[in-house]
């Protein structure tokens, strides 16, 4: 009777709990039928607030010891690095437990390579110590293509634990490895909601569109320009809205005085992979809108019309009418999300963990700002009440335009007094939600 074994897949919020659902289904049938696994899934922030692997291995034994599993396995969508270096993955043998970190897996076949990467861990987890094998490379069950160890290769080095066991750690290069870090972290991001997470955006661009269509004026302008400025026109109304989005919503993040060398290279890697996430975003929203732009041109411009007044109709003349109306919706989309709340923009930006982390440190900046003198007591009556738990109680409390409050807005209308309050939960009479 073969043994069976449980295997713990404790993933993180979105995206790693989309591929532990993938790795319920596949890793099975990669495993092979010599022993009997049993999988579990468990959605947890295990990385919650934890910024180094070590942490977060021990606070995995500590589950896998409540759970009764043999494995267990945490799926993070967190950026792992050590000595500069992106980590993949980092394996305690002697615990049976294992930390992966999708975006070093870069942002292309993130399902495929988490499966063979996790099938790989189970067989050193399930390996005795002493057998553990020293390959050098990832490759053993081909967790990486020739292209791919090429490009971006991922190193095997046996460790030391804190407690003086045995270790393994999949290392990718300084380098290369950190632009497949960046792609994976835009990946997680998934830009591509982008397009309709910005309502307001999207309602200004569809708008200048509906305008464009309708003056001849713009025809003319539009069919006169020559391809290089169409191209030009089209790349400064991207480059135009996720510069002004950056600006006007504080997406980006400056590194703080006391943060070290390694936090100041993170900061970095997070403003590119937010840069780039709202390229592949505003590009996406451009497409989308160009392609709607065409259909609605060859829909209800006739030829003839056309003829008339730009004075020809080919396929090419309704490219351009497209194109100019989308430059022309897209700049003013940059106006338009002006009007959506901050919380807005990173919902539709950020994955969940990107939130989660700019939520805490917003928190911990706000808590380091020196209050005046005389005024101690505002400062930690007000400080202990973070900017989502004011919206929270607004919520709780039906209070309508919530999301687009500032906290000081948010202090003012649920009636919280902060001069002479007991309480966080103290209101004034004057209570819209008494």
Sequence with gaps: MTHRSTIGLVADPDVPRQVAEYLLEALPKLLGDQQDWAIEVETDPVAAGQHDVVDILGHLSRRTAQHDWDYAICLTDLPLRRDRRPIVAEVDHDEGVAVVALPSLGGLQTRRRARLLVAQIVGELSTSSGDVEGDTQATRRGSQSGLTGFLAPVHRYETTTGQGGTGIRYQSTR????????TG????????????????????????????LSSSTIWQLATQLDPVREVGAALASIVLLVGWLIAAHGLWERPAATDSGHDKELTRLYNISTVATLIIGVACLYLGLFVVNLAIAAFLVPTSLLTSTVGSASVGMYVALAWGFTTMGVIAGALGSSLESDQAVRQAAYGYREQQRRAEREQREEQAVPAPDGDNARRDHE?????????????????RGRSQMTKQQLLDTLGYDDRNRDSPGERR????SD
């Design 175 to 182: 380098r290369r490895g950190r632009f497949r870090l960046v």
């Design 185 to 212: 972290m835009v990946r997680t991001n998934r830009p591509w909601r982008l397009i309709f997470g910005m309502t307001s955006a999207l309602a200004a661009a569809i708008a200048t569109s509906a305008f464009g």
């Design 429 to 432: 009479s004057d209570d819209p």
């Design 383 to 399: 400080g202990t009440r973070t900017k989502d738990e004011l919206y929270a109680d607004a919520q709780r409390h039906d209070i």
